[in-house]
């Protein structure tokens, strides 16, 4: 995971149906995409969106299966079709 380290201001006002829009920038720099789950965590007077990741969601593919493999102690989920893009990828970078 990439930590950011910045401090934005930006003010919104919550709409009638209690509604806030994430900017563009922010959106852009989060990788916040159109329909993507966000969490809604509250810690005391904070109120902290953070993108959804399910823990067994593929970091290449995004699907989400029983069968997807865990490496590097869980930090690493892959799907099986991303195993077969990788293997096909990094056929160049390794010689024998």
Known sequence: MIKLYFKVTIVRK??????????????????????????IFV???????????????CIITGQISDSNVELANGKI???TAAILLLQEELKDYITV
């Open 77 to 79: 989920v892959l799907s």
């Open 14 to 39: 919550v709409d009638e149906l209690g509604r806030v829009v994430i900017p563009i920038e922010l959106r852009r720099v989060m990788d916040i995409n159109i329909k993507d789950p966000l969490e």
């Open 43 to 57: 810690d005391t007077d904070k109120i902290i969106l953070r993108k959804y990741s399910h823990a067994r969601a």
